[in-house]
């Protein structure tokens, strides 16, 4: 059965939704073929308790940052349902006793809080602080810098690194400094050099190895730090994260709802197979029933081995191309595993089971940057960590849509497994591991272990297989160096374009992402609406009405 649509865009995760929305925004009949039953991929909220389906978690990604203004204000995503609570402090309590609790906004709190662990700490807070900040705004822009295809001689590439480098000329010596330290430098070693107290430093290692097949001391993680530290909610805070009203999924559905009412069509359980190629040109999909979509236009979302190797297939690609693609690493070893709780965590440091301000951040169990170390360690040598390290959340301080009265979610995002576990469940070690993570937060909090009503553990396995995030990679491919900016997803095609003329790409796997940014979408629509002219021109009657 043939059907024709001016653009096909491949996965309904939060890209896929936010590219369909600019396509059908710009005139183009759109469809979006989302394989599961419901849209959101990684940014979803579900009720994962058959017995219980009035708590529900957001299963996967758990906090907002990165959503430009540009895309929240096109789309108009806060009349669709976009609402964001400012999150909370860093909170992390000590089996020594004491706690330690940093605010990204509060120089005079945190200056009090680090006091207590080092005075010196204390006063290279606010240093440290600015110094970030200062980097944020050289690489906060870039986030949304289409990135130029670099040792190309093509006048249209060579134009686009000059006005780069233009954009950048009033960069300094120190500044440049500055910038090649974050993106060669480890965690570690970066933290070393401003800070003694172990407790400030694992506090601040934390941003460095979410997601990341590295440890502090891996070289480049310096830079996770920071893609995690240049931060916008649309209200103008760099680096404040927010929770989403109803979860990530909630996220997903205002965008949904901005796609559909400028027209675009949203199939579920749409499961894509493979995408035709003609002569050199993507012509449309087909779907794993054997339906036959047709567009001047694909976008895919998916992880790249599944949209190149699997479904374009390496007769039409470039050899270098999917040499560069089997290449791609996506490995992380993260355990996301989500929990309703009956009361709040009662720590001893900090007692009570009221809701206080260090319930609201971020509720951390990665007490000094050995003992993150430790937990990578473990998985690099092939066995689960023995004391994983957590960034937890508890979403229920503000949002009360997630759970019943008095109860609460709590989603603790955990590494590490070793990094071959996308290939079996493990499920008997998952149980094992997320009891030795409970542990640990128990011995902080002596009633979190009774306070457990249901607990829902998501390894890699099933995040390859349930969600299509290859290898349980939460980004569709690691951050490291050599695949960040250009590299993304290979060199010659950072621009959110493909080797296959009318194939656009825009999965996290694109500058920008990872994360819930919505920009690695919006670039691929941006680029196909640029080359291709006549789809807009087609407009849907109801995007043409709006404009
Ligand atoms: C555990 C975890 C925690 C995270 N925490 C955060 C966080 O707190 N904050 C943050 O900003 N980011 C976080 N991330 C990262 C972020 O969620 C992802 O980078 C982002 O959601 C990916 O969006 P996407 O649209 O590119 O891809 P996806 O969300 O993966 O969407 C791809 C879609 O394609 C669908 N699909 C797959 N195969 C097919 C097929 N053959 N046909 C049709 N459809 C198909 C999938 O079902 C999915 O819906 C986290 C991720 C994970 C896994």
Same mark, same amino acid.
């Given at each position: 059965m043939g059907q024709t649509y001016d653009a096909v865009v491949v996965g309904g995760g939060h890209n896929g939704l936010v590219a369909a929305a600019y396509l059908a925004k710009s005139g183009a009949r759109t469809v979006v073929l989302e394989?599961? #039953?419901?849209?959101?991929?990684?940014?979803t909220t579900e009720s994962p308790w058959p017995d219980a389906p009035e708590f529900a978690v957001t299963r996967l990604s758990y906090v907002m940052s990165l959503l430009p203004p540009t895309i929240i204000n096109d789309l108009e995503l806060a009349r669709h349902g976009y609402k964001i609570y400012p999150m909370g402090p860093y909170y992390q309590a000590f089996s020594e006793g004491g706690s330690i609790t940093l605010y990204a906004d509060d120089a005079k709190r945190n200056h009090e809080s680090v006091s207590k662990w080092s005075k010196k700490d204390a006063d290279a807070m606010p240093k440290w602080d600015a110094w970030l900040a200062g980097l944020a705004e050289v690489l906060g822009p870039l986030l949304l810098t289409v990135p130029p295809a670099i040792g190309s001689h093509k006048p249209k590439d060579l134009a686009s690194l000059l006005r780069l480098a233009w954009r950048h000329r009033g960069l300094d010596v120190r500044t440049i400094a500055d910038v090649t330290r974050l993106m060669t430098m480890s965690i570690a070693d970066l933290l070393d050099d401003w800070f003694e107290s172990p407790q400030v430093k694992g506090a601040l290692a934390v941003n460095g190895v979410?997601? !990341?097949?590295?440890?502090?001391?891996?070289?480049g993680t310096a830079y996770v730090m920071a893609h995690h530290s240049?931060?916008?909610?649309?209200? /103008? =805070?760099?680096?404040n994260w927010g929770f989403q009203e109803g979860g990530m999924g909630a996220v997903s559905s205002a965008i949904e709802s901005a796609a559909r009412e400028h027209g675009a069509e949203i199939r579920l359980n749409a499961p894509v197979a493979r995408v035709m190629v003609d002569g050199g040109k993507a012509v449309g999909v087909v779907l794993a029933n054997g339906d036959e979509i047709r567009a001047k236009v694909v976008v895919s979302t998916l992880h790249p081995k599944t949209a190149f190797?699997? +479904?374009?297939g390496r007769e039409h690609l470039p050899a270098e191309f999917s040499t560069d693609i089997e290449r791609w690493k996506s490995r992380s070893g993260v355990v996301k595993i989500n929990l309703a709780l009956a009361e709040l965590p009662d720590f001893t440091a900090d007692p009570g %089971?009221?809701? +206080?301000?260090?319930? %609201?951040g971020s509720v951390e169990m990665a007490p000094t940057m050995e003992y993150i170390e430790r937990a990578f360690l473990d998985a690099r040598d092939g066995? *689960?960590?023995?004391r994983p390290f957590s960034d937890g959340v508890? *979403? $229920?301080?503000?949002?009360? %849509?997630?759970?019943? &009265?008095g109860t609460h979610i709590m989603s603790l995002f955990t590494q590490w497994v070793?990094?071959?576990?996308?290939?079996?469940?493990?499920t008997e070690e998952l149980e094992a591991y997320a009891d030795r993570m409970i542990d640990c937060y128990n011995e902080l909090a002596p009633n979190f272990k009774s306070s457990i009503l249901h607990r829902d553990i998501v390894g890699p396995y099933q995040m390859e =297989? &349930?969600?299509?995030?290859i290898g349980g990679n939460i980004f569709h491919g690691e951050l490291s160096l050599e695949q960040?900016? =250009?590299?993304? *997803?290979a060199p010659g095609f950072a621009?959110?374009? $493909?080797?296959?003329?009318?194939l656009y790409y825009g999965s996290?796997? !694109? #500058?920008?992402?990872? /994360?819930?940014?919505?920009i690695p979408g919006w670039q691929a629509a941006r680029a196909a609406i640029a080359d291709r002219k006549e789809i807009v021109r087609g407009g849907s009657r109801r995007a043409r009405g709006r404009s």
């Open positions: 394989g599961r #039953h419901k849209i959101g991929g990684a940014a979410i997601g !990341t097949w590295a440890g502090p001391y891996e070289p240049i931060g916008d909610v649309g209200d /103008g =805070h760099l680096g190797l699997e +479904q374009v %089971t009221e809701l +206080q301000e260090h319930h %609201t066995k *689960p960590a023995v508890i *979403p $229920t301080a503000f949002d009360k %849509t997630l759970s019943p &009265e070793p990094a071959d576990w996308n290939s079996e469940p493990h =297989h &349930e969600y299509g995030l960040l900016f =250009h590299m993304r *997803p621009d959110y374009r $493909t080797p296959v003329d009318g996290s796997a !694109t #500058h920008a992402g990872g /994360g819930v940014c919505g």
